[in-house]
Each structure stands twice: as C-alpha cells, then as structure tokens.
C-alpha cells in the first residue's frame, strides 16, 4: 500500500517503458489504481498499485519519463480528507 502520496509526488514504473501505459484508472471504493499498458513482451498488461487516502480518478496522470526510460504516474491534486 501506498501513503502519503500528494500532488507533486511521482511514481517512477522502471519496468514500463515511455508511453507504453494506454490507460490510468481508479477506484475509489477499494484504492486502487489500475494501469494498462504494452510492451514489446506483454500485450494487454495490467498493474495495480493500492494507495491509501481519498483521491478521484481526475487525481493522476501517466506520462513518459524520457531520461530514464520509464512511465510514471504523477499526482496532479491535493488529497481530499
């Protein structure tokens, strides 16, 4: 589980490469943040990453880290307590 994740905060996915995450979903009964992506070795993959706080799917955002050849998920608003 993930805490204390605030807008400004990243997640580095070393094992995803740039602009390999297709979509960015979340769930706001159970925490979970899905993201779907495509690589040269997995078609259709999924990750969940479970954080703990009250957030909205419009919170984050995937984009592409070129210099360390990586995706990333960023998180664009404060938390809602």
């Not at 990243?10 to 390999?20: A, F, M, Q, V």
């Not at 779907?36 to 984009?63: E, H, K, Q, R, W």
């Not at 990586?70 to 664009?76: E, F, K, M």
Request: aromatic share 8%; hydrophobic share 35%; charged share 15%.
């Amino acid at each position: 589980m993930i805490t204390g994740f605030v807008a400004g905060d990243t997640i580095d996915i070393t094992d995803l490469s740039p602009g390999s995450v297709t979509s960015t979903m979340f769930d706001t009964g159970t925490g979970e943040l899905t993201l779907d992506y495509n690589t040269s070795d997995v078609a259709g993959g999924t990750l969940n990453l479970t954080l703990s706080g009250n957030y909205t799917a419009a919170d984050f955002a995937s984009n592409a880290d070129a210099i360390l050849q990586s995706s990333t998920v960023a998180a664009r608003r404060r938390r809602r307590f």
